[in-house]
C-alpha cells in the first residue's frame, strides 16, 4: 500500500493563506493606515476596536488570517529554499523547521485572540 501525501493540504493552506492575504491585508491597511494618515476616513476610536475585537467572529477571522497566513508564508519559504537555493537534501530538514515554526506562531496567535 502507498503512503498518502500531505502535500495537497500543504497546498490548500499556502492558496486558502495567499488569497485570504491578499483580500483582506489592503483592506485593513487602507482603513488603520492609509485612509486616516491621508484625511479620507476617521481614525478608529480605542474603544471602538476593543469592542471590535472581542466579538467572536472577528476572533475567529482574525486567527484564521494570521494562521493561513502563517502557512502561506511557511510554504512559500520553504520552496524558495528548495528550488531557489537548491538545497534538495534537507528538504525534510526544511518542512519540519517551517512549518513547525508556522504551527507554532499559529498556536501562540490563538492564545492570544482568545486571551486577550
Known sequence: MSRRSDEAGLWLSFSSGGMLAALLFPAIAFLFWIGPALGWTPSPAYDHLVGLVRHPLVRVLLFALISLSM???????????????????????????????????????GFVVVTV
Not at 531557489?84 to 528538504?91: D, E, F, I, K
Request: without cysteine; glycine residues 6%; positive net charge.
Open 71 to 109: 502557512f502561506h508564508w511557511a510554504h512559500r519559504f520553504r520552496y524558495t529554499l528548495y528550488d531557489g537555493l537548491q538545497l534538495y537534501h534537507l528538504n525534510h530538514l526544511i518542512a519540519v523547521v517551517t512549518y513547525g515554526l508556522a504551527t507554532v506562531l499559529s498556536l501562540v496567535a
